[in-house]
């Protein structure tokens, strides 16, 4: 069964600095990979996905993950933090040969300190 | 084009009632699927459907159940409301042959 783990529950960056969320996953195949951002009371927002080829992929906001099969962890970076980046931050596994049902971790939320 | 819809935003019910919620998935997307999310249990897979055909189904009771219409539009149920089904119930549609999900913004259910 596939399954994703998100190790901090809660972390709080100062604006401007660097920030980087964890994520490792554990499946049998290749996975499909993806991050989603929730923002208080909204449904949840892609920001980036793996399949395959590059390791690093870029997303939306600024976002960057990189995808480390020996670590089997995908984990998601921002070089420079902004007020709004301030939401909850899920991590996903998926595969076609589930038909693409999503296991998601339990979330990692972020506080933006000025 | 617009977003996946899903209503009611927010319903209020009472133990053993029952409950009907409605998704909308962006035009021309076939998939949708559906997720509970509570604070203890985080985002939980309910059951995705495909051309009004239910192609997977996560671990819950058979008190919850779905539909989708021939127009893509779907239906969530859930009949004998127990306290513990308070949660956001959010809806998700995605292409054809493409596994991005694009969420709507969910419907809060409270149970009391």
């Known amino acids: 069964a596939q399954s994703v783990t998100q190790p901090d529950i809660h972390i709080t960056v100062s604006e401007g600095a660097s920030l980087e969320l964890r994520c490792n996953y554990s499946y049998g195949a290749t996975p499909y990979l993806f991050w989603y951002v929730q923002s208080p009371g909204q449904g949840l927002q892609l920001l980036l996905k793996?399949?395959?080829?590059?390791?690093l992929v870029q997303g939306i906001k600024g976002f960057e993950a990189e995808f480390k099969r020996s670590q089997s962890s995908f984990n998601l970076r921002k070089p420079s933090v902004h007020w709004s980046d301030a939401a909850e931050y899920f991590c996903a596994v998926g595969a076609r040969s589930n038909d693409y049902k999503l296991s998601f971790g339990a979330g990692t939320t972020v506080t933006v300190r000025a | 084009k617009a977003g996946v819809t899903q209503t009611p935003r927010y319903l209020i019910k009472t133990r053993g009632q029952q409950v009907t919620l409605s998704c909308s998935p962006i035009?021309?997307?076939?998939?949708v699927s559906w997720y509970q999310q509570t604070p203890g249990q985080g985002l939980q897979f309910l059951f995705e459907?495909?051309?009004?055909?239910?192609?997977n189904k996560g671990n819950f009771p058979g008190r919850f159940s779905g539909r989708q219409f021939s127009n893509s539009r779907s239906e969530m149920n859930v009949s004998t409301l127990e306290l513990g089904d308070s949660a956001l119930y959010l809806c998700?549609?995605?292409?054809?042959?493409?596994?991005?999900?694009?969420f709507g913004s969910g419907t809060q259910l409270s149970v009391l």
């Open positions: 035009s021309g997307h076939r998939s």
């Open positions: 998700a549609s995605s292409p054809y042959k493409d596994e991005k999900l694009f």
């Open positions: 793996y399949f395959s080829g590059d390791t």
């Open positions: 459907y495909f051309s009004e055909t239910q192609r």
